[in-house]
């Protein structure tokens, strides 16, 4: 399948010197859901933003299903949807009246029928005829997303879709994602939170200074990169470690009665069945294991704290 956006040494420098965008490369695929993950500043609405033409670049280019943004701007403004973090929405016109005006000015045919159906999937069908100003922050979050989708776009941006806003609109906001999936929209979302991005995406971009550190399938980024935890739970305390066991990353826990060791998933040859071998013989009895991997969020913290060191 061939790349449906493609970004290519995409830099944005402001005047002060402050350099916002490091030659950014990037490649989406066609119903592709991808999760850009990043500390606040690190650069993520600043790239969603250029690519959306919202903010200008300094060096690169940005392609959408063949068309350049720059050279082609209409086409491919056409076939973007974004929900930013702001919400932007006229306080005293309808909820149905703004999805309307929003379809128009893309050039889009009325269509209440679709109109309604979108709602219908944000739970906004029994609001279409109420004003903005009465509704509350959660439902003018999705309203902004029907606003986003109102003109039938091919790739949609959420930018932090659901910070702020409860745990039902976000399950909302996931299932809606991967309806749309479906009906072939790609997906571009920038979140701060972790288990979203294990939710949803199908790849994972990590964001820092600027800077796009990896993108990377999500299975294969926590395969490579993350880390199981075995805890061995014993049946008496211990005073110390033993001799045996000083050749692997055993740490003994804070009640002396539990055993850790830290592993890598990659790793053909994980030690644990030398370790028991090991305890049975030196007349240590455990009753139980327990085993922890890594999640996203330990992958993603690991990779920022690299940078700062």
């Known amino acids: 399948m061939s790349d449906f956006l493609t970004v290519n040494a995409l830099s944005k420098k402001y005047e002060n010197g402050f350099e916002a965008l490091k030659t950014i490369n990037l490649r989406v695929k066609k119903t592709e859901i991808l999760a850009l993950l990043g500390p606040n500043g690190a650069g993520k609405t600043t790239l969603i933003s250029t690519i959306c033409g919202i903010s200008k670049f300094t060096r690169g280019k940005i392609t959408l299903a063949g068309h350049d943004i720059v050279l082609n701007y209409r086409a491919a403004r056409k076939m973007i949807g974004m929900v930013p973090q702001e919400l932007s929405l006229e306080s005293f016109e309808t909820v149905m009246n703004t999805l309307r005006f929003s379809r128009g000015l893309f050039g889009k045919s009325p ?36 606003k986003a989708l109102s003109h039938e776009p091919q790739l949609l941006f959420l930018d932090e879709p659901t910070a702020g806003v409860d745990v039902e609109l976000r399950k909302d906001m996931w299932l809606l994602v991967r309806r749309l999936r479906k009906k072939g929209v790609t997906v571009i979302l920038t979140t701060h939170y972790i288990e979203e991005a294990e939710a949803i995406a199908d790849r994972v ?42 050749d692997y990353h055993i740490v003994l826990g804070a009640d002396r009665q539990s055993l850790i060791y830290t592993y890598n998933m990659r790793s053909d040859n994980s030690g644990i069945n030398n370790i028991l071998s090991n305890l049975t013989h030196s007349g240590i009895i455990f009753n139980d294991l327990q085993t922890k991997q890594s999640s996203l969020e330990d992958i993603f913290m690991s990779l920022v704290n690299e940078r700062v060191a």
């Open 111 to 146: 269509n209440d029928s679709y109109l309604e159906d979108l709602l219908e999937q944000l739970s906004l069908l029994d609001m279409r005829n109420s004003q903005i100003i009465e509704l509350s922050g959660g439902m003018k979050r999705r309203v902004s997303i029907a």
């Open 205 to 246: 971009g990590i964001i820092d200074k600027g800077q796009l550190l990896l993108v990377e399938e999500k299975g294969s980024l926590m395969q490579r990169l993350g880390q199981k935890q075995l805890t061995i739970e014993l049946q008496a305390p211990l005073k110390e470690l033993p001799s045996k066991l000083s």
